[in-house]
């Protein structure tokens, strides 16, 4: 049959399958009819249209290689190993990202044209909405390995290609790229491509675990398997664990056997090992991270199969042996020691920020507005060998999105209209030799986390105009109110920067839940008097139970704030109840605005900043928060000031 009338009978049997689902010619698998209905009826393909590779621009091309820059470096020798195993049988081997465009190709010179043509080649565009039924838009939609086997495409350009594509997963399920062997040419008969789907698979595992033990290479990983022998060298499940033994990631085997453990798929947060294994938290802490036989055997919850296990140690070594027995007992840093009493959560997080502060792991700090996060960074640094160096703290919701740019990177004399005669250096050179501390990292824009990924990378910033790049040796600390997780899965945030940052976390309870607010109480009161030099005041029983019974939801900024006031106007040197601000007294309603009022006039926050004149700082002491939430709220809300000139009004 000539390749002409072979593409015709392709298309009347693509039709007639879309119409009634006659057999005629070829009938597809069910994961193959799935993908060729919504070729039809969802991308309104047309079978009888053939459509061209289509592969994108070098700066689309670029654009997609960014986006998982850290993954590739993970992913190439993986890439490299399986393609030396099927460049012989004439297979090239494509790495697409998410959206099915080829961020890395390996394929034989010689046939480049013919490569090209057929779309195997770097930058080819393979989602299915584009390049209907094939293995990798069709592993994309179904998120399964598959072989894509000539007819089963559903362009009849690409009747004589086999494609066996398998998807790779990040530490939270979700897709990140897609590993690809095709081939121009292949036998007719579909079982000749079992081999290639099984190692397609198998490698997609490898680069997977690869990425995910590379991700979490600083905190303890439990690593186990049905077989003795193989838990150090390929052990199946992989689960990234915190001091408590819960499980902070899993890779995909590991996510599966989660979700077959009733006590663990349903417990309530992050599941622990405790749930998934018969076992206490000393076992697990009892294996020994160094010895020759560092393998421990544990019963499985549901199914009482036995697991065996062993622990990856993390880089910064942040795990202690035998924890239960012997507890580490932590040297005193002042700075840190000041910012907790008896807290369980602060503890762990002061323990934490003591081990790490002369490491240069990047840290998250996670906490509601007010919960003390940059007071918590400051303290990082003063107690760490950096602590003579800058301190630099940038507010990322603060500065406006044009000026972020040039503020953090700084620019040379002339780099564009407007700029400084001299040039100017950006905070992150500022910050050169110490630690940059940047807030409110959720709101920084996608094209800078880019930018700002290099520089965590590399080491190195190329401010705006500059013919060559500076080096960099500053400790990055970053903070946000916001859940990163969910803005990594809205597209908002880069999973990858994400993780670079988040080489420890160090959560900051809100005031409400912390079981020491009587110290927090005591010591901000201790602060404000004398930072103030002020003399001594007490604080009586009755106002002190109505602050500890208060639910502070601007946190500790707003306990600073109440306490001004109260020291400022109560009678004699004692703070009564009746010396608190009324909000502290009553439950004061957390602010939440929306765009629809301030269409309608009755938006209580623009009321609060025409009440103050647009003064930001004064609008923040209204509501009882922090001047960059005020800008917060006013982004979300599309609200901008008047007065505003590229510089904060106040
Ligand atoms: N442990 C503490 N003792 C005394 N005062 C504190 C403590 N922690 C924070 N504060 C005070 O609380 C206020 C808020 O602290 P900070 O700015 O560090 O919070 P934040 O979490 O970074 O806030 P935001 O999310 O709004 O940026 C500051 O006035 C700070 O001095």
């Known amino acids: 049959m000539t390749m002409q009338l072979a593409q015709r009978h392709h298309m009347d049997a693509i039709l007639s399958f879309a119409e009634d689902n006659a057999r005629v010619g070829h009938l597809p698998g069910e994961l193959i009819g799935r993908s060729w209905k919504r070729c039809i009826h969802e991308y309104g393909l047309d079978p009888c249209r053939p459509r061209n590779a289509r592969i994108v621009t070098h700066q689309t091309l670029r654009e997609h290689q960014d986006s998982v820059d850290e993954f590739l470096n993970v992913a190439r020798a993986g890439v490299d190993q399986l393609y030396g195993m099927v460049a012989q049988l004439g297979y090239v081997l494509l790495l697409t990202d ?37 293995a990798v838009g069709t592993c994309i939609q179904e998120q399964k390995a598959l072989t894509c086997h000539r007819v089963d495409h559903f362009d009849a350009t690409h009747i004589e290609l086999t494609c066996t594509s398998a998807p790779i997963l990040d530490p939270f399920g979700k897709l990140l790229a897609v590993l690809d062997i095709s081939a121009l040419d292949s036998p007719h008969a579909r079982h000749s491509q079992t081999f290639a789907l099984n190692l397609t698979q198998l490698y997609a595992r490898m680069i997977e675990d690869a990425y995910f033990l590379r991700r979490y290479r600083n905190q303890v990983i439990f690593r186990c398997d049905a077989s003795r022998e193989f838990v150090q060298v390929n052990g199946q499940y992989l689960f990234a664990i915190d001091d408590n033994g819960r499980i902070e990631a899993s890779n995909t085997a590991g996510r599966a056997l989660i979700s077959d453990t009733p006590a663990a798929a349903e417990s309530e947060g992050r599941p622990s090992l405790t749930q998934l294994f018969e ?57 840190l020691d000041a910012l907790a009493a008896d807290d369980p959560v602060m503890r762990r997080t002061l323990g934490l920020a003591r081990r790490l502060r002369n490491r240069d792991v990047g840290l998250l700090i996670l906490g509601e507005t007010g919960t003390g ?50 040039g100017m250096r950006g905070l992150i050179q500022q910050a050169d030799g110490g630690t940059l501390f940047l807030d409110e990292i959720g709101d920084m824009p996608l094209q800078l986390q880019t930018r700002l990924l290099r520089v965590l990378a590399e080491g190195e910033i190329l401010p705006i105009g500059a013919q060559s790049p500076v080096r960099i040796n500053c400790r990055v600390i970053a903070a946000t109110h916001q859940n990163l997780e969910e803005l990594i899965n809205k597209g908002a945030f880069r999973a990858d920067l994400y993780y670079r940052l988040n080489g420890a976390t160090l959560r900051l309870p809100p005031l409400r839940q912390r079981a020491d607010r009587q110290h927090v109480i005591q010591s901000v009161l201790k602060n404000l008097i004398a930072d103030g030099g002020l003399p001594d005041v007490r604080i009586r029983a009755d106002a002190m139970s109505a602050l500890l019974a208060h639910d502070w939801p601007g946190n500790i900024r707003q306990l600073v704030n109440a306490l001004t006031f109260a020291e400022a106007t109560c009678d004699g040197r004692e703070i009564t109840a009746s010396d608190l601000p009324e909000e502290c007294l009553s439950c004061h309603p957390l602010f939440v605005g929306g765009r629809d009022d301030v269409t309608s006039g009755s938006n209580p926050l623009l009321d609060a900043l025409n009440e103050h004149h647009w003064n930001i700082s004064r609008v923040a002491r209204h509501f009882n928060v922090s001047r960059p939430t005020v800008y917060r709220w006013m982004n979300q809300q599309g609200i901008s000031s008047p007065r505003f000139l590229g510089h904060s009004p106040d």
Do not use: M
């Open 98 to 134: 998410h959206r099915g465009v080829t961020v890395q190709y390996l394929g034989d010179k010689n046939s480049d044209r013919r490569l090209r043509q057929a779309g195997l080649y770097l930058g080819a565009d393979w989602s299915e909405q584009y390049a209907g039924t094939c």
């Open 279 to 335: 076992c206490q938290l000393r076992d697990i802490w009892s294996i020994p991270f160094d010895q020759e036989d560092q393998v421990r055997a544990f019963r499985h919850q549901s199914s009482g199969d036995t697991f065996f296990a062993a622990l990856v140690q993390p880089r910064a070594t942040l795990a202690r042996r035998n924890r239960d027995e012997a507890p580490e007992v932590l040297e005193n840093v002042p700075r």
């Open 373 to 422: 996060k940059e007071v918590l960074a400051r303290a990082v640094h003063d107690s760490s060998h950096r602590s003579k160096r800058a301190f630099v703290a940038v507010n990322c919701a603060a500065i406006p999105e044009s000026l972020i740019e040039s503020e953090l990177f700084g620019y040379v004399s002339g780099a564009f209209t407007g700029a400084r005669a001299k």
